[in-house]
């Protein structure tokens, strides 16, 4: 990674000190579209239609439509998405429910809709990746600072204009890339020893499982 020889205050107490020539700006100037989010009306549910998804779809930063409500009529979804149309690139933030704060990037053509609890963030890309900023939205300076910024009623919710007023720190696009690239492989790396040492966890459950088995129906003698 490059190394910075000059840093300035980011005036953000949770960002701290940020490479000098980087910037920190708010959500509302880094989008194609207002930050939007889903229906607030139940859809009627069908058998056989166009996927219609809510924070339970939100799975390891992904959608997961087998978490989908249901499907909804080609006629529903084309009335919802005179308000909201997802497409590839744009990012998810749950903004209700015990899951606020949670993020997932939209990675399929799949035509689909979206439920009120997810706000709809499409990145204007001449100012940030859309990859950069699914990422930074899950920094823990921005989980902080939504953490700050939700109200509670039975469970905690952030706003849409709370939301576009979010900050985060901003380096130029080719640095954006860099840092996604490199991201992107050591993140990699790390969920692949993940998957190697949940492997042995599971090999070892199945072991302890076999003793303990062997032991109250054969006994200590092994032989």
């Given at each position: 990674?490059?190394k910075y020889t000059t840093y300035k205050p980011s005036k ?107 706000a709809l963030i499409r990145c204007n890309q001449k100012k ?12 823990e300076y921005f989980q902080t600072s939504i953490q700050q ?75």
């Amino acid at each position: 990674m490059q190394k910075y020889t000059t840093y300035k205050p980011s005036k953000n107490e949770w960002i701290g000190e940020i490479p000098s020539h980087w910037k920190v700006t708010s959500i509302k100037y880094l989008v194609d579209i207002k930050v939007t989010d889903g229906p607030h009306e139940t859809p009627t549910f069908i058998d056989e239609g166009i996927p219609f998804i809510s924070v339970e779809s939100i799975k390891e930063s992904k959608i997961d439509f087998n978490f989908k409500r249901g499907f909804i009529s080609k006629e529903q979804h084309e009335e919802y998405s005179k308000k909201c149309l997802p497409k590839r690139d744009d990012v998810f933030l749950v903004k209700s429910g015990s899951t606020t704060g949670k993020i997932a990037i939209v990675d399929t053509d799949l035509e689909f809709n979206i439920w009120s609890p997810l706000a709809l963030i499409r990145c204007n890309q001449k100012k940030v990746l859309p990859k950069f900023s699914f990422i930074a939205l899950q920094s823990e300076y921005f989980q902080t600072s939504i953490q700050q910024s939700w109200s509670f009623g039975t469970q905690p919710n952030i706003g849409m204009g709370v939301i576009e007023n979010l900050k985060i720190s901003l380096p130029p696009l080719t640095e954006q890339q860099a840092i996604v690239t490199y991201l992107d492989k050591k993140t990699t790396l790390i969920d692949e020893l993940i998957a190697k040492k949940q492997s042995k966890i599971e090999l070892l459950k199945e072991q302890r499982i076999a003793l303990i088995n062997h032991a109250v129906t054969k006994g200590l003698n092994t032989e």
